[in-house]
T-cell receptor, first 113, second 114 residues
Framework: GESVGLHLPTLSVQEGDNSIINCAYS??????FIWYKQESGKGPQFIID?????DKRQGQRVTVLLNKTVKHLSLQIAATQPGDSAVYFC????????????FGTGTRLTIIP | DGGITQSPKYLFRKEGQNVTLSCEQN?????MYWYRQDPGQGLRLIYY???????QKGDIAEGYSVSREKKESFPLTVTSAQKNPTAFYLC?????????????FGEGSWLTVV
């Protein structure tokens, strides 16, 4: 079946540096992608989203890049802070599907002080 | 405050018991979802509902049941048929159909079988 996967399960970054979290997806019909941040014991929080008609979208300290050719998604976090330590999930859905949101396993980001 | 409220936060179930997890939203969202998360894992869809009085099975519906009698409420019952129910359960909702409508999550409920 279709799936969304992440390249790296863990990532450690020095405070103040930039971090990049990657995600691969396999459903070529996917047309909407979301990044979530999940802190321990809490529900996922929406960070940023992107539609398939875009290659890049920027938010506050975060940028999402979408490469539809290789079915790859990335989340860039600039000037990382201790509060950025969490698990990050990418998720995808298709307008032609059944409204399900498919999640990857997640990447644990640790910010080193 | 607007949002999604899940209760209880922690729940213990004895073997053979059914338990019901509550999910209420005051966001006027049409669609609601239940996900299960196991430690170190991603989220797996149990059930979802796009409209009142209608719901569909997700990827792991066996041993679970839901109802959608009101727009604001989507309770999940974990039945005794669910053999490994210990997990973190997340309820979510979104405003409408189609892409571009972000799914927002509640704070989750921890269920432990004792």
């Amino acid at each position: 079946g279709e799936s969304v996967g992440l390249h790296l399960p863990t990532l450690s970054v020095q405070e103040g540096d930039n971090s990049i979290i990657n995600c691969a997806y396999s459903n070529s019909a996917s047309d909407y992608f979301i990044w979530y941040k999940q802190e321990s014991g809490k529900g996922p929080q929406f960070i940023i989203d992107i539609r398939s008609n875009m290659d890049k979208r920027q938010g506050q300290r975060v940028t999402v890049l979408l490469n539809k050719t290789v079915k790859h998604l990335s989340l860039q976090i600039a000037a990382t802070q201790p509060g950025d330590s969490a698990v990050y999930f990418c998720a995808e859905t298709s307008n032609f599907g059944n409204e399900k949101l498919t999640f990857g396993t997640g990447t644990r980001l640790t910010i080193i002080p | 405050d607007g949002g999604i409220t899940q209760s209880p936060k922690y729940l213990f179930r004895k073997e053979g018991q059914n338990v019901t997890l509550s999910c209420e939203q005051n966001l006027n969202h049409d669609a609601m979802y239940w996900y299960r998360q196991d430690p170190g894992q991603g989220l797996r869809l149990i059930y979802y509902s796009q409209i009142v009085n209608d719901f569909q099975k997700g990827d792991i519906a066996e041993g679970y049941s839901v109802s959608r009698e009101k727009k604001e409420s989507f309770p999940l019952t974990v039945t005794s048929a669910q053999k490994n129910p210990t997990a973190f359960y997340l309820c979510a909702s979104r405003t409408g159909r189609g892409s571009g409508n972000t799914i927002y999550f509640g704070e989750g409920s921890w269920l432990t079988v004792v």
